[in-house]
């Protein structure tokens, strides 16, 4: 199986940053997909980046410019660098993380690591 945890939340001032990281552990296989989610309080999980089967980042409207995801191969390691917060942006952000090959493969959530923007 695949086992991610999440690090790196915490409070900060709008317009600052924080980079979160999410470490898999486990059986890493050949192929992987990766995203960063949110989910804010009394609203539902939503999906804020994401790297592709063939490499590529993709980037929900509202944080476009202002966040960054990618990954250290060596590390089985993701990041989402943000940005220019806005109180908006604050939420639980979770990891995902789906590895496969042509004969198995698993996908787990992180635990979910809270980010607060506020003055």
């Known amino acids: 199986q695949v086992q991610v945890v999440e690090s790196g939340g915490g409070l900060v001032q709008p317009g600052g940053s924080l980079r979160l990281s999410c470490a898999a552990s486990g059986n890493i296989f050949r192929f992987n997909v990766m995203a960063w989610y949110r989910q804010a309080p009394g609203k539902q999980r939503e999906q804020v980046a994401g790297?592709?089967?063939?490499?590529?980042?993709i980037y929900a409207d509202s944080v476009k410019g202002r966040f960054t995801i990618s990954r250290d191969n060596a590390k089985n390691t993701m990041y989402l660098q943000m940005d220019s917060l806005k109180p908006e942006d604050t939420a639980v952000y979770y990891c995902?993380?789906?590895?496969?090959?042509?004969?198995?493969?698993?996908?787990?959530w992180g635990q979910g690591t809270q980010v607060t923007v506020s003055s």
């Open positions: 790297i592709t089967l063939g490499g590529s980042t």
């Open positions: 995902f993380w789906k590895t496969f090959d042509l004969q198995s493969g698993y996908e787990d």
